[in-house]
């Protein structure tokens, strides 16, 4: 996180993490897990640009063996018709020159190769939760 946020314009983000999921592990690479992560908080710090009160959190949670990674923000959001097409190689929302369409694709990728998903709500004007589910090691 301390990483991402080096060199980077805007606010923090607001970091929650339940108690019981601090010291969960799942078995993933960790440099994939780490660019995962910071593709959808470049997303969703891209997102917000424009926004007078930029909010950006990540979340942390664990229940029933499974350990769940939530990135909200308060962006632009993505038009419905759009929604389903997310995590797709080389589909992307953004201008020209701004993406290349891979940051969803590769997190998605990344967890479903453990055995996890991802999730992704949106609403255009509202902002964006991208949800990255996970087995809990050794569960």
Same mark, same amino acid.
């Given at each position: 996180?301390?990483?991402?946020?080096? !060199?980077?314009?805007?606010?923090?983000?607001?970091?929650?993490?339940?108690?019981? +999921?601090?010291? +969960?592990?799942? %078995?993933?690479?960790?440099?994939?897990?780490?660019?995962?992560?910071? *593709?959808?908080? $470049? *997303?969703?710090?891209? +997102?917000?640009?424009?926004?007078? +009160?930029?909010?950006?959190?990540?979340?942390?949670?664990?229940? %029933?063996?499974?350990?769940?990674?939530?990135?909200? $923000? *308060?962006? @632009?959001?993505?038009?419905?018709?759009?929604?389903?097409? @997310?995590?797709?190689?080389?589909?992307?929302?953004?201008?020209? !020159?701004?993406?290349?369409?891979?940051?969803?694709?590769?997190?998605?990728?990344?967890?479903?190769?453990?055995?996890?998903?991802?999730?992704?709500?949106?609403?255009?004007?509202?902002?964006?939760?991208?949800?990255?589910?996970?087995?809990?090691?050794?569960?």
């Amino acid at each position: 996180m301390k990483r991402w946020q080096e !060199g980077r314009p805007g606010p923090k983000p607001i970091v929650e993490v339940q108690p019981q +999921a601090a010291r +969960a592990r799942a %078995r993933l690479p960790v440099h994939a897990f780490e660019r995962a992560i910071a *593709n959808l908080l $470049d *997303n969703a710090a891209e +997102a917000t640009e424009h926004r007078s +009160a930029r909010e950006v959190r990540i979340a942390l949670t664990r229940a %029933r063996g499974e350990l769940r990674i939530q990135v909200i $923000d *308060n962006g @632009i959001g993505v038009p419905e018709p759009l929604l389903r097409r @997310i995590g797709e190689p080389f589909f992307t929302t953004k201008e020209p !020159g701004r993406g290349t369409g891979l940051g969803l694709y590769l997190a998605r990728h990344v967890v479903e190769r453990q055995g996890g998903e991802m999730t992704v709500v949106s609403a255009e004007g509202r902002g964006t939760e991208v949800t990255l589910t996970v087995p809990e090691a050794g569960a």
